[in-house]
Nanobody, 124 residues
Framework: QVQLVESGGGLVQAGDPLVLSCTTS????????IGWFRRVPGNDREFLVA????????AHANSVTGRFTISRDNAKNTVYLHMNSLVPADTAVYYC?????????????????WGQGTQVTVSL
């Protein structure tokens, strides 16, 4: 089964950039789509970006287009979430998730493997 480990979270100031990493492992991880989501207490997981592992096709939520991008390094088995111009409203726990196949989706319920999450806090 695919396993995911996020890293790179922390405390940053408004306007700063931050890059989160999602390292994948498992026997068939290359036939998955990887997505990034975030969650604040009391809310559902919010879709941010996703990428198909083999073809590298990305998708972005309208709310983060122009600020957040996704990239992958096949050699390192790692997917990155690049965040720019962070604001306090971006404070959340950030998760990467995987779903079978090369199919982009913004629905968190279609992702069946999740990392443990990494906290991002943006201060004024």
């Amino acid at each position: 089964q695919v396993q995911l480990v996020e890293s790179g979270g922390g405390l940053v100031q408004a306007g700063d950039p931050l890059v989160l990493s999602c390292t994948t492992s498992g026997p068939t991880f290359n036939d998955h789509t990887i997505g990034w989501f975030r969650r604040v207490p009391g809310n559902d997981r919010e879709f941010l970006v996703a990428v198909t592992w083999i073809t590298g096709v990305p998708a972005h939520a309208n709310s983060v287009t122009g600020r957040f991008t996704i990239s992958r390094d096949n050699a390192k088995n790692t997917v990155y979430l690049h965040m720019n111009s962070l604001v306090p409203a971006d404070t959340a726990v950030y998760y990467c998730a995987a779903r079978d196949g090369q199919v982009l989706s913004s629905d968190y319920r279609q992702y069946d493997v999740w990392g443990q999450g990494t906290q991002v806090t943006v201060s004024l």
